[in-house]
């Protein structure tokens, strides 16, 4: 058998792959350029392309493809072959410099929310060097960027590559006010824990809305569901099992470096995550794992499904971004040091992140806004749809301390003396875990929990970056203009945690009484819905602040505030449709075929014995009778509904409707059919029920 180190990256033309086959000096420049962002030097580009080729050929592949992130929150290729013809009538495999930095995919159809007018229909990708290309089947993939000719972003990396510089240049300022001067760039580190559904191929294809929007549409309460925690880090089921072992072969051979895998809360739900990475690295390791997830499930007979919420009354699927920032040194810049000077220049940055979760509460709810995700944000399972940070006991302790100039008595009962050139000094918190925080704090890391299970963690990622490098440019800016430097932070540090304790929650975030603290007392945002919190994109504070870091241009930020509510309306308007569908062409006719049946009985029992109250079928019949006119009326009223959405002016009317108008008008037409669902027999019942699927894995 195979041991992992030995194809641990195998289908990577990684560091040792260019080490090992580029000449010296083009390895060296093209390691400047991912280490260190240079511009790559041309001639360097065909050494490269040509020596990535041989390579890619030698293991296997015909085609190349640029591989990049369209805004439709998947991953897009286009596969060219290598081959050219040679003279004597056959061919040789080519590829170029040129074609390895840029491509020109016809993007004419993808969403671009008016960025680019059809006559403009050519984007090009360009070659993103910090992340390795790969191979996928026989498809060499280079990780590319996707722009307009007009230079416009119609992706998801390239913003996120320009708020991980945009964080790189203010942490940068702030170290050497800290006499920091070895580190040459500082960068955000991510490590997606991902959670996900897997039933059996026969159950998926016997229910249109799974095989139609990823949820399930319909589907009354089964009689087990989660209630006895039994799931939870249960024993895994061999078939299970087997996919796992699949999955994390795929993985490592891809260098992505899949770590723990467990049963999750649901029945049929379980998580993989990985060890963290780079950001812009574990955002493409996290496409990825989600594409081969699903293609290894297929292949067992099993369908993965990442939609946020495929069940209603079990748990939904979401994704734990873990985020830090280092240097290149390996310094974790949130992790508390061991001196009051390391610790001082922690605080700072800690202060950076809280005052930026504050600062920017509605960009990082709009980060993880989709359709199916407001179906998890507080629904007391999730993280609510309001930001707050959990910090733990002694870390709060620590802020309250400096807040209000008082000795800090820590867990351990040490005496801190406050003044303006010592900062406490305090152990890491290990031990309180809070689950229900959106944004905790684990020992020297984030853990931002709000993210749906099917989301690109690039959203949430940029936001993040950016807002953290808006905090860290104020403080810069002031801090280097000081004549006092450790007064004048001191003040800051204070002033922040005055300024945005508010955001700060260590208690239980699922609880209602905490919503109401949250927005009553507190006056934190609690945008519930996508139709809610999309158009604050275009705030000016959030447009002012994304613009002087150039993450977005004015009409970028546009362009994806139209695209996500277009995909809300969309999403909705299918389910919508599909809905109207099932209930009409079978839920319908499936009670009436059993009511029909019920009757013929009646009818039988009261031949042989003719004063038969018959009690039992009479009452079903009434029932079974009054809920089909309820669907059918239901289902036509959805149905008006959608027709309305065309007369709506502009997307952000359009989704007042999908949220005020058809979201509703569903709930009560499922609500009907479910009830119908529990008064029909099995055998009548036109889909397989929720036990069915949920217990359908052995
Ligand atoms: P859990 O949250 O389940 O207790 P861990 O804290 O061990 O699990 O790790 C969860 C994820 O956080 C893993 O993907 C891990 O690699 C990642 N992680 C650990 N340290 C860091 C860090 N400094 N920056 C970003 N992610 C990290
Ligand atoms: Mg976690």
Redesign the pocket.
């Known amino acids: 058998m195979k041991k992992v180190p030995d194809y641990f990256g195998s289908m990577v033309f990684d560091d040792r792959v260019m080490k090992a086959k580029l000449p010296a000096k083009v390895y060296a420049s093209l390691k400047k350029t991912i280490d260190e962002g240079a511009t790559l030097d041309s001639g360097v580009a065909n050494e490269v392309a040509d020596a990535m080729k041989d390579w890619a050929v030698e293991n296997g592949a015909t085609h190349f493809t640029h591989w990049f992130q369209p805004l439709t929150g998947i991953t897009a290729e286009k596969h060219d072959s290598f081959i050219t013809p040679s003279l004597d009538g056959g061919v040789i495999m080519e590829f170029s410099g040129k074609e390895l930095i840029k491509g020109e995919p016809d993007a004419s159809s993808f969403p671009s929310g008016g960025l680019r007018a059809t006559f403009e229909a050519r984007g090009y990708t360009a070659w993103d060097p910090t992340s390795y290309a790969f191979i996928k089947g026989k498809t060499l993939c280079i990780p590319t960027a996707f722009c307009s000719y007009s230079g416009q972003a119609l992706d998801k990396k390239t913003p996120l590559l320009r708020s991980m510089e945009a964080l790189n240049r203010q942490a940068l300022r702030v170290l050497r006010l800290f006499g920091n001067k070895k580190a040459k760039y500082v960068h955000s580190?991510?490590?997606?824990?991902q959670e996900y559904f897997l039933i059996t191929k026969e159950m998926y294809d016997a229910r249109p809305d799974l095989r139609f929007t990823g949820r399930t549409l319909f589907g009354a309460k089964p009689p087990k569901g989660q209630e006895m925690d039994d799931h939870y880090f249960g024993v895994i089921k061999p078939r299970v099992a087997a996919y796992m072992e699949e999955l994390n072969e795929e993985l490592w051979k891809l260098g992505i470096l899949a770590?723990?895998e467990h049963n999750e809360v649901a029945p049929a739900q379980h998580e993989l995550?990985?060890?963290?990475t780079t950001t812009n690295i574990a955002t493409d390791h996290n496409q990825l794992t989600m594409e081969i997830m699903q293609k290894v499930a297929a292949k067992h007979g099993l369908v993965c499904l990442l939609h946020e919420k495929p069940f209603a009354g079990v748990n939904g699927s979401g994704k734990?971004n873990?985020?830090?920032i280092?240097t290149d040194e390996g310094q974790?810049l949130?992790?508390p040091g061991d001196t009051p000077y390391e610790n001082a220049q922690f605080l700072l940055f800690l202060c950076a992140v809280i005052k930026a979760v504050d600062d920017y509460q509605d960009l990082l709810r709009i980060s993880v806004a989709t359709a199916g995700n407001d179906h998890r944000l507080g629904a007391n399972e999730a993280p609510p749809a309001v930001v707050s940070i959990f910090l733990g006991d002694e870390l709060d302790g620590v802020l309250k301390a400096i807040e209000t100039d008082t000795p800090y008595e820590g867990i351990e009962k040490k005496q801190m003396k406050l003044g303006v050139d010592v900062l406490p000094k305090f152990n890491r918190d290990t031990t309180d875990?809070n689950r229900t925080s959106p944004f905790a704090f684990?020992?020297?890391?984030f853990?931002f929990r709000m993210l749906g299970s099917s989301n690109s963690i690039a959203c949430a990622n940029i936001m993040l970056n950016s807002a953290v490098a808006e905090s860290l440019k104020i403080y810069a800016d002031r801090l280097e203009k000081s004549t006092d430097f450790e007064t004048d932070l001191h003040n800051m540090i204070k002033k922040t945690i005055k300024d945005h304790k508010r955001i700060i929650f260590n208690g239980n975030g699922y609880d209602d009484a905490w919503i109401k603290e949250a927005t009553k007392t507190r006056g934190l945002l609690n945008y519930r819905t996508t139709a809610d919190c999309m158009p604050h994109l275009l705030d000016k504070k959030n447009v002012d602040m994304l613009t002087s870091h150039k993450v977005f241009s004015v009409s970028e930020l546009q362009s994806r505030c139209e695209i996500m509510l277009e995909n809300y309306c969309k999403s909705v308007t299918i389910e919508a449709n599909t809905m109207v569908d099932m209930a009409k062409t079978q839920i319908a006719p499936a009670i009436e075929a059993f009511t029909a049946y019920i009757a013929k009985n009646t009818a039988a029992k009261k031949a042989v014995i003719a004063d038969i109250t018959c009690k039992y079928e009479t009452d079903l019949i009434s029932k079974l009778s009054d809920i089909t006119d309820k669907i059918a009326i239901y289902a036509d009223e959805l149905n008006d509904t959608i027709v309305t959405l065309g007369e709506a002016k502009g997307i952000i009317e359009e989704s007042e409707i999908i949220r005020d108008c058809v979201l509703p008008k569903m709930c009560e037409l499922r609500l009907a059919a479910d009830t119908a669902e529990t008064l029909t027999a099995k055998s009548y019942w036109p889909y397989p029920s929720y036990a069915d699927i949920l217990f359908s894995v052995k």
């Open positions: 580190s991510v490590g997606p824990e770590k723990t995550a990985p060890i963290y734990h873990n985020w830090s280092s974790n949130l992790s875990r684990t020992g020297n890391k853990e």
